[in-house]
């Protein structure tokens, strides 16, 4: 047994914040390159879940789903992301993400400062629904028992019934986070 594990939720969280620090250390998510994506690649499943899913978490506390993709919109960080929250075991958020991506994709070039957001977000249709996507997350992170965040809750749960996938050092060596072939799988706020 790893020797967080034995932890309660809240020093459990902090050992996995740690950990996925550790390992994501000198790579940059708002980099539009891949490297950020490529990095993850190197992780257990799980632990690559908790990286991927970092950024999200705080896109949605400070943010919006929208938004998060004008920070973190690199195409292979948006998959990893993805099929890191299925991953968890979160199908609801990943769904939401992958809708919210939907919708924003073809806005991305579009959009050049906060208020061109909100405004082409209106005029294209879209806000209405990314707002009806968010407020939910907003509440499920209200009710979430470790930090507030249903993100960091699931890492704990995660971790709990699958320590393999997060505490060893080797990622395994076929896919498990469904993208066919294996791949290599954190916040925005209005000012990055």
Aim: hydrophobic fraction near 40%; include cysteine; aromatic fraction near 8%.
């Amino acid at each position: 047994m790893h020797p967080a594990l034995p932890l309660d939720d809240k020093a459990l969280l902090d050992a996995l914040l740690e950990r996925a620090g550790m390992a994501m250390e000198g790579a940059n998510p708002y980099e539009s390159d891949g490297a950020f994506a490529r990095k993850l690649l190197e992780l257990p499943v799980g632990l690559r879940a908790m990286a991927a899913t970092y950024w999200l978490d705080i896109s949605i506390s400070k943010d919006d789903l929208g938004w998060h993709f004008l920070n973190f919109g690199e195409p292979a960080l948006v998959r990893e992301t993805e099929a890191a929250l299925r991953e968890l075991g979160m199908e609801q958020h990943a769904a939401w993400f992958a809708e919210a991506h939907t919708l924003m994709r073809p806005l991305l070039d579009e959009i050049d400062s906060p208020e061109g957001y909100y405004r082409i977000t209106e005029e294209r249709g879209v806000a209405g629904r990314i707002m009806a996507m968010t407020k939910p997350a907003w509440n499920a992170d209200r009710a979430a028992p470790v930090g507030k965040s249903c993100i960091f809750t699931a890492w704990v749960r995660y971790a709990r019934a699958k320590p393999q996938n997060v505490f060893t050092d080797n990622p395994p060596a076929e896919d498990t986070m469904g993208h066919g072939s294996r791949r290599r799988c954190a916040h925005g706020s209005h000012e990055a």
